[in-house]
């Protein structure tokens, strides 16, 4: 199927022809691409976290956490690691993007985490997460890695 573009915009498939689909399981909610564009995540209804060539399209790997669907990624500014929303969790999840290894989480007692953003220009080992929450608040976390 054809994208169609309105305005000024035009969209072509990557490569000119009509490329394979990349298969993520369930319902793909969620795209973050690494700042420097050598890799993308995605994720979905069915949680897994992929990594993606971004050149190419192939898999790099996939994890599996123990969460709800996945509503929002977000690459922290050195590519290094991308921060996951979990459905209907109380949490902010942390995972190194070469080798899916999880890191950490942000817990929270009393709201579920819908939107995570790194504060650009922060570099390992400290960065700022920024966290939007179901009941209209933001939080902002030093995180150190």
């Given at each position: 199927m054809?994208?169609?573009t309105s305005g000024a915009a035009t969209a072509t498939p990557n490569g000119g022809a009509s490329p394979a689909p990349m298969e993520v399981g369930l319902?793909?909610?969620?795209?973050?691409w690494q700042p420097r564009g050598d890799t993308f995540v995605s994720s979905g209804q069915d949680s897994a976290l992929v990594a993606w060539d971004g050149i190419d399209g192939t898999e790099l790997h996939r994890v599996r956490p123990a969460m709800a669907w996945t509503e929002c990624l977000a690459y922290s500014p050195d590519g290094l690691y991308v921060a996951a929303s979990h459905g209907s969790t109380l949490?902010?999840?942390i995972?190194?993007?070469?080798?899916g290894t999880y890191v950490g989480e942000v817990l929270l007692p009393d709201n579920?985490?819908?939107?995570?953003?790194w504060r650009p220009g922060f570099t390992a080992p400290n960065y700022q997460?920024?966290?939007?929450?179901?009941?209209g608040a933001i939080r902002l976390y030093d995180i150190q890695i």
């Open positions: 054809s994208p169609t319902g793909a909610l969620a795209v973050a949490r902010a999840t995972w190194r993007v070469s080798d579920v985490v819908t939107q995570v953003r997460l920024a966290l939007g929450l179901d009941s």
